[in-house]
């Protein structure tokens, strides 16, 4: 199907254990996110990719590692995983391009629940 | 930098009853608002955007919001909600002009809109 995916949608592991959480798009969108969302912070930007091999930090990167080798995709690892970083997470992506034309408008994903024990 | 205050974190209200969700928003230069649902468990959708134009935008579901550039306010209304609006809402906001890799939103951090019979 057409869309946004992400997977795992729930996933639990262990302090210090690396987790990768998968993001897929189908629409050839050149910009992608991660927003980790938190009861009192709504949603922050971890990391954002402009294109494929472009990436940048958002608001809260530390803890965290991207990469984008293929457009359709933007995986979030975890390198050692912490309690604080239990989280739902939630990645998306727009149709902007890096010249600023289009409407800014974010497509998501349905969100990864993370908890780290 | 732009930045977003919802200043509600909850909102109760009846059924058929008219509701508001005020956003109000910090830039020094043109924005681009938005206003997202969340429904439990779900991921964000789009219910309406402001790029520019008419100040009055209609958005999904019966939903409107007018832009206020004096009072820097982009604030949510139905005139009557039903239950299944039951929901979070998220105002964002994102400079119109970009430069770079700048395309992402900046969240506020969310009103909680709860519908009673």
């Known amino acids: 199907d057409a869309g946004i995916t992400q997977s795992p949608r729930y996933k639990i592991t262990e302090t210090g254990r690396q987790v990768t959480l998968m993001c897929h798009q189908t629409?050839?969108?050149?910009?992608m996110f991660w927003y980790r969302q938190d009861l009192g912070h709504g949603l922050r930007l971890i990391y954002y990719?402009?294109?494929?091999?472009?990436?940048d930090k958002g608001e809260v990167p530390d803890g965290y590692v991207v990469s984008r080798s293929k457009t359709e995709n933007f995986p979030l690892t975890l390198e050692s995983a912490t309690r604080s970083q239990t989280s739902v997470y939630f990645c998306a992506s727009s149709a902007e391009t890096s010249g600023g034309a289009g409407t800014g408008e974010l497509f998501f994903g349905e969100g990864s629940r993370l908890t780290v024990l | 930098a732009q930045s977003v205050t919802q200043l509600d974190s909850q909102v109760p209200v009846f059924e058929e009853a008219p509701v508001e969700l005020r956003c109000n928003y910090s830039s020094s230069v043109s924005v681009y608002l938005f206003w997202y649902v969340q429904y439990p468990n779900q991921g964000l959708q789009l219910l309406l955007k402001?790029?520019?134009?008419?100040?009055l935008v209609k958005g999904i579901n019966g939903f409107e919001a007018e832009f206020n550039k004096s009072q820097t306010s982009f604030h949510l209304r139905k005139p009557s909600v039903h239950i299944s609006d039951t929901a979070e809402y998220f105002c964002a906001v994102r400079r119109a002009v970009l430069g770079g890799s700048q395309g992402n939103l900046i969240f506020g951090k969310g009103t909680k809109l709860s519908v009673k019979p």
């Open positions: 990719s402009a294109a494929a091999d472009i990436t």
């Open positions: 629409w050839s969108h050149s910009y």
């Open positions: 402001y790029l520019s134009g008419s100040t």
